[in-house]
């Protein structure tokens, strides 16, 4: 139960600290949807080399508009969350990660704004044969890690989108040089983000905006986030600094090439309430 609820709440944060953690620019171009401002990117770039002559705000729209086209990604991960995944960002959304959790294998998986954790051996022999427990975040007295949670609540499959990560950070983003990325050349760009303006971008009740911000301010008050990006424009990588993430760098390949995972079904699945009982 110690290494499920580790692994959970280790995800629950890593996917608003560095999935979301581009979210947060006081500039206009952040309050227009994701799709329309990732399409003028685009149409800037065009015919310009794979952003060869492009400013640093314009290569992340031109990447936001090649991501959200792609909609899905095979990942690798690393940070204390280290391990392969498989995301789907466009609808129906969801996110499975193969990670380690004191050792053992364990999976991962959200669907939609619900969370599952794989059990292992033991759990599912008390669970009556089940596999995965789910964690509700709309569900605050279940008691399950990241139930009641405000990080946990905070996270999600939308902000976790890479597209609307790169429309988002482009208004802050400068260049940072050129990187060799799983074999491929790259222009590396940064953009610092204040906690307080990421938060205020939140789609969040007033009270639960003030949760997750005092949460975030525990590790400072800007968040660095850094992309590596191809010449086709590709995200070819990206990593969230200056706050205990989880997930300190994520790869993408196989672009366009994943399919939706399903959520388990119901008689696969329990909660840690049924455990307890």
């Not at 990325?181 to 790259?186: A, D």
């Not at 005092?214 to 590709?234: P, Q, R, Y």
């Amino acid at each position: 139960m110690r290494a499920l609820r580790t692994v959970a709440v280790t995800c629950l944060a890593a996917g608003l600290l560095t999935a979301c953690g581009s979210s947060g620019s006081g500039s206009s171009t952040a309050d227009a949807k994701p799709g329309s401002t990732a399409s003028d990117g685009a149409a800037a770039g065009k015919g310009a080399g794979g952003g060869a002559n492009l400013g640093a705000k314009e290569t992340l729209l031109a990447s936001a508009a090649v991501m959200e086209k792609a909609g899905s990604a095979k990942l690798a991960v690393t940070g204390e969350a280290a391990g392969t995944g498989e995301f789907v960002w466009k609808a129906p959304k969801s996110f499975l990660l193969n990670t380690k959790s004191e050792g053992q294998d364990t999976k991962v998986l959200f669907v939609g704004d619900v969370m599952y954790v794989g059990a292992g051996a033991s759990l599912a022999q008390l669970a009556g044969g089940k596999t995965w427990m789910k964690i509700d975040p709309k569900d605050d007295a279940q008691g399950a890690p990241g139930g009641g949670d405000a990080v946990g609540k905070a996270s999600s499959l939308e902000l976790m989108d890479p597209a609307v990560q790169l429309a988002v950070a482009a208004p802050t983003a400068i260049e940072s040089g050129t990187e060799t990325v799983e074999g491929q050349f790259c222009k590396h760009y940064r953009s610092d983000i204040p906690v307080d303006a990421l938060v205020e971008k939140l789609q969040l009740k007033p009270e639960l905006k003030t949760k997750v911000l005092d949460e975030l301010k525990k590790k400072g008050s800007t968040i660095t986030v850094e992309f590596w990006i191809n010449a086709k424009n590709e995200l070819v990588q990206q990593s969230g600094t200056g706050q205990a993430t989880g997930f300190s760098k994520i790869t993408y390949s196989d672009l366009g090439s994943v399919q939706p995972t399903k959520a388990p079904a119901d008689s696969e699945v329990f909660s840690l309430e049924d455990v307890l009982k």
